[in-house]
């Protein structure tokens, strides 16, 4: 978040991206605040190669998955689901690895 006031909680203030960067359109039309968030989207700086960093992409991921729609959401859901077999199948793997080495 490089521009403009917070208004509480590290978030922008909404506003204040009318005045800054989107002069002339009209603050309650839906289509400019949607564009407005999306420009608050691109911008914002999250710390990365951090527990932090990771939790919030996923976050990202999770909120543009819900405003996703048809296919793009069905992929979104695949991906999801393959990584966590994925992940289930990892964790199998070293739960075998160490009962195993135990009975041995």
Known sequence: MTWGA??????PDPTRRFHDDLVGLDPDDPEARAF???LDRMERVRPMFTVEGELSGVRD???SANRAGGLQRWAAWLLVVLVLLG????IYGVLEFVVGSWLV
């Not at 917070?6 to 978030?11: M, P, Y």
């Open 87 to 90: 992940t289930g199948y990892v």
């Open 61 to 63: 991921f999770a909120e």
């Open 36 to 38: 407005a968030e999306h």
């Open 6 to 11: 917070s208004s509480g909680a590290g978030r």
